[in-house]
């Protein structure tokens, strides 16, 4: 069976046929600060399953990636790797980006080629859904989007993302905190044109 994983900055190195999520670096080298772990949100995915969260030390200690998949038993999961690495707003934020792949039906329809429009179009959707929900839900301001973002651009520009990727990628972030209704509706907007919402 194919393995399907939807990694948190659609950044995967597939190597021996595993895939890899690579996240967030830690901020140094060596003596690498870590942070209190944030408690997962409340995820159902859009077919009304529960979506469990496990956290995983990986030899990478320093990255903190979050991944979106079905375990083998078919239940629906978030691997956080790693987590104590990068902040809690951040982690906050990792959680909901992985959740939204479950909520959108990502996890279930087939995984677009890597960086392929639809691709980073699926990205999109999760980071929107994210900050929706961290603005609705747990009353991000935009102070706190900021901080944030502000982790994100750090973590990308750590593993080498282009610019203008964080950029764009934070600009849509900002765009639907500032512009977007409920995370609720937004999803069932997905889903409606996915023909994936349910009855
Ligand atoms: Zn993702």
Redesign the pocket.
């Known amino acids: 069976m194919m393995m399907r994983r939807?990694?948190?900055l659609?950044f995967v190195i597939a190597a021996s046929g595993l895939a890899f999520c690579a996240g967030a670096l830690s901020q140094e080298t060596g003596t690498a600060k870590t942070y209190d772990v944030v408690s997962p949100p409340a995820c159902t995915n859009y077919k009304g399953e529960t979506v469990q969260f496990i956290d995983r030390s990986t030899a990478n200690a320093g990255t903190a990636a979050g991944m979106a998949n079905r375990d083998s038993s078919g239940t629906p999961i978030v691997v956080r790797s790693n987590f104590a690495a990068t902040t809690p707003a951040y982690q906050s934020f990792i959680d909901r980006?992985?959740c939204a792949?479950h909520q959108s039906g990502d996890v279930d329809r087939p995984h677009p080629p890597r960086n392929s429009p639809e691709h980073l179009m699926n990205?999109a959707i999760?980071d929107c859904i994210a900050i929706l929900r961290l603005r609705d839900e747990e009353g991000y301001d935009e102070a706190a989007v900021g901080k944030v973002t502000a982790a994100m651009r750090r973590e990308m520009a750590k593993i080498g993302f282009p610019e203008i990727s964080i950029s764009s990628r934070i600009s849509n972030i900002d765009n639907c905190y500032a512009k977007y209704g409920a995370a609720k509706e937004f999803i069932e907007g997905v889903l409606k044109q996915r023909g994936l919402l349910q009855p």
């Open positions: 939807i990694c948190h659609g980006h992985e792949h990205e999760s």
